[in-house]
């Protein structure tokens, strides 16, 4: 499995977008590049999923680079509310077991 | 969207105590569910996945004796910490793969709430 690696913190204001990267040097053909949400002491949640160029939902954008070595987390006008530790991870592609391995994750921390 | 529940959300035990965790997914079927463990301020370690009808795989460094589990239905896959001690105290979370569309990405995780396990 793809090994992630992302800066451990982040600090931004509200109203501002924040932009998080995570690098996946070892990323195999078949995985996906998904994004998940943690607040303590609750389980993870999706954020976003994508496997090149860009991906856009309600809540993101995920912008993946042709090499697909590296993608980037984007969070239009942050508040409050979206303090958490955010994971990238890469697999869950056809013919994976579903195995997630998370890394460190990046701790956002939005200021009024 | 999906929903992976999990009993209880909190459980407080003696030393030397088992103590079981449940999980559920609430309306798909799952025939592989995974159990992580989660120490305070730390990334979420996978622990084992658990298979219907079949024997769970552990991670290297998981004790099998220590850490029971049991898929014995689509939806339900339980961990037993067994003869739990203080050092086993952590938030234990569960999560479901589901397959999203035919063709498309092989599956998005759910995952449960956590139940959050403290041993006296």
């Not at chain 1, 090994?3 to 078949?30: L, W």
């Not at chain 1, 890394?103 to 939005?110: A, C, I, K, P, S």
């Not at chain 2, 999990?6 to 105590?17: A, E, L």
């Not at chain 2, 979420?44 to 996945?49: E, G, K, N, Q």
Request: charged letters at 15%.
């Amino acid at each position: 499995l793809a090994k992630t690696t992302q800066p451990i913190s982040m600090d931004s204001y509200e109203g501002q977008e924040v932009n998080i990267t995570c690098s996946h040097n070892n990323i195999a053909t078949n995985d996906y590049i998904t994004w998940y949400q943690q607040f303590p002491s609750q389980g993870p949640r999706f954020i976003i999923q994508g496997y090149k160029t860009k991906v856009t939902n309600e809540v993101a954008s995920l912008f993946i680079p042709a090499d697909r070595k590296s993608s980037t987390l984007s969070l239009p006008r942050v508040s409050l509310s979206d303090t958490a530790v955010y994971y990238c991870l890469v697999g869950q592609g056809s013919g994976n077991t579903g195995k997630l391995i998370f890394g460190q994750g990046t701790t956002l921390q939005v200021k009024p | 969207g999906a929903v992976v529940s999990q009993h209880p959300s909190w459980v407080i035990c003696k030393s030397g105590t088992s103590v079981k965790i449940e999980c559920r997914s609430l309306d798909f079927q799952a025939t592989t569910m995974f159990w992580y463990r989660q120490f305070p301020k730390q990334s979420l370690m996978l622990m084992a996945t658990s298979n219907e009808g079949s024997k769970a795989t552990y991670e290297q460094g998981v004790e099998k004796d220590k850490f029971l589990i049991n898929h014995a239905s689509l939806t339900l896959s339980t961990l037993t910490v067994t003869s739990a001690h203080p050092e086993d105290s952590s938030f234990y979370i569960c999560s479901a793969p589901r397959k999203l569309l035919a063709g498309g990405p092989y599956n998005e995780q759910f995952f449960g709430p956590g139940t959050r396990l403290t041993v006296l």
